[in-house]
Each structure stands twice: as C-alpha cells, then as structure tokens.
C-alpha cells in the first residue's frame, strides 16, 4: 500500500503562481507519478504526468505554463503552476502507479483544493 499526500493547494490570482506538492509513502515501486484535476460538474482530468526516468507528459491545457517534476530519492512529485487561469480552479489529485511484484496499482491521494480567482 501507499499513500500520497498532497501539499501546497490554496487561493492564487490568475497570472501568479502556485506549487504542489505530493508526498509518496508506504511499500512497492512507485513508477509513474502525476496530477489529475477535478472541477465541479466535470470529469476527471490528466494535467501532467512523468515517468520514473523523468520524463513529462503534459495536458494541452498545461503546456508551456505547468512543469512536472520528481524527487524519486524522497518520493516526491511536484507541479509548478504558472499563469493558471480561471477555469483552473479544480481539486488535484496526485496518483502514483505502484508496482508489487507482478502487481502494478494506481493509487490517488485526497486531492488539494486550488481556486485561481482574483
């Protein structure tokens, strides 16, 4: 089992910035990482993932103003938002795709409230 806790969610003005932060623990081998939103009324999102070896996916939504990144050492997955906009106010959940022997589970933390509104 593992668990994710998500960090660093809150209030910020379109334009500013913000950074997430998801914290990984428990047993197996986390594999791929990343972040999904959620707004009111909508489905479930990808925003960003990034594989083991580092390498980043990115939402249309979320390119060229959001980056992923990984601290595999500390079992660490982090999302910079810049410039969000509006209609990025959501709930991000942070996931990790885990391995246990020949298991490979998906596992989601209680997500992180963001509001970009001015």
């Known amino acids: 089992q593992v668990q994710l806790v998500e960090s660093g969610g809150g209030l910020v003005q379109p334009g500013g910035s913000l950074r997430l932060s998801c914290a990984a623990s428990g047993s197996g081998s986390i594999k791929a990482m990343g972040w999904y939103r959620q707004a009111p009324g909508k489905q479930r999102e990808l925003v960003a993932a990034?594989?083991?070896?580092?390498?980043?996916v990115y939402a249309d939504s979320a390119k060229g103003r959001f980056t992923i990144s990984r601290d595999n050492a500390k079992n660490m997955v982090y999302l910079q938002m810049n410039s969000p906009k509006p209609d990025g106010t959501a709930v991000y959940y942070c996931?990790?795709?885990?391995?246990?022997?020949?298991?490979?589970?998906?596992?989601w933390g209680q997500g992180t409230q963001v509001t970009v509104s001015t």
């Open positions: 996931t990790a795709d885990v391995a246990t022997g020949f298991l490979l589970q998906p596992f």
């Open positions: 990034i594989t083991s070896g580092g390498s980043p």
